[in-house]
T-cell receptor, first 110, second 114 residues
Framework: RKEVEQDPGPFNVPEGATVAFNCTYS??????FFWYRQDCRKEPKLLMS???SGNEDGRFTAQLNRASQYISLLIRDSKLSDSATYLC???????????FGSGTRLQVQP | EAEVAQSPRYKITEKSQAVAFWCDPI?????LYWYRQILGQGPELLVQ????????DSQLPKDRFSAERLKGVDSTLKIQPAELGDSAMYLC????????????FGPGTRLLVL
């Protein structure tokens, strides 16, 4: 079983739609959580950290459920420029390196 | 804005040949990471340096891969001999001190082994 699991998609949504991605992690000792965005053939870039209380950054909302060991990302009012792969990332206790999921591909259509 | 530099950006080689990738982290960043990303998957850690010391190379295939960061600044990742399954994107990242702060990724080196 992978440490971090995501639905690969693709999620095809129209502009303006709301879309949500979930991610589950297997290590209950995981302590830090992030969403990264990766455009085709480019490097991953940090989108946002995920906090226990949930957090919002503009059109993006991240939630963490420690009891169920899942993380979510909600994108409201989707833009064409949101088309990318969204990577769920955790850091386990004692490690510093990032553990990535395989990513969920989003395609926003006009 | 400071960036992580990597070279070459693309590399095509034949199997059994040796290849080397170079990374220059953001100035002042003590922690440097090498990740490998196979198409359709997320990046996976190969090796992590704190200054010039290796702190995690548990996932590095040591029979063919080697990495060094001699002066604690830039780093080289080598594969010898390359195999077909090594075709992937090799990403370098750096962070200030290796805590929970943001890791910044370079543009990567895309390797194709024929």
């Amino acid at each position: 079983r992978k440490e971090v699991e995501q639905d690969p998609g693709p999620f095809n949504v129209p502009e303006g739609a709301t879309v949500a991605f979930n991610c589950t992690y297997s290590n209950s000792a995981s302590q830090s959580f992030f969403w990264y965005r990766q455009d085709c053939r480019k490097e991953p870039k940090l989108l946002m950290s995920v906090y226990s209380s949930g957090n919002e950054d503009g059109r993006f909302t991240a939630q963490l459920n420690r009891a169920s060991q899942y993380i979510s990302l909600l994108i409201r009012d989707s833009k064409l420029s949101d088309s990318a792969t969204y990577l769920c990332v955790v850091i386990d206790t004692g490690r510093r390196a990032l553990t990535f999921g395989s990513g969920t591909r989003l395609q926003v259509q006009p | 804005e400071a960036e992580v530099a990597q070279s070459p950006r693309y590399k095509i080689t034949e199997k059994s040949q040796a290849v080397a990738f170079w990374c220059d982290p953001i100035s002042g960043h003590a922690t440097l990471y090498w990740y490998r990303q196979i198409l359709g998957q997320g990046p996976e850690l190969l090796v992590q340096f704190q200054d010039e010391s290796v702190v995690d190379d548990s996932q590095l295939p040591k029979d063919r891969f080697s990495a060094e960061r001699l002066k604690g600044v830039d780093s080289t990742l080598k594969i010898q001999p390359a195999e077909l399954g090594d075709s992937a994107m090799y990403l370098c990242a750096s962070s200030l001190s290796g805590g929970r702060e943001t890791q910044y990724f370079g543009p990567g080196t895309r390797l194709l082994v024929l």
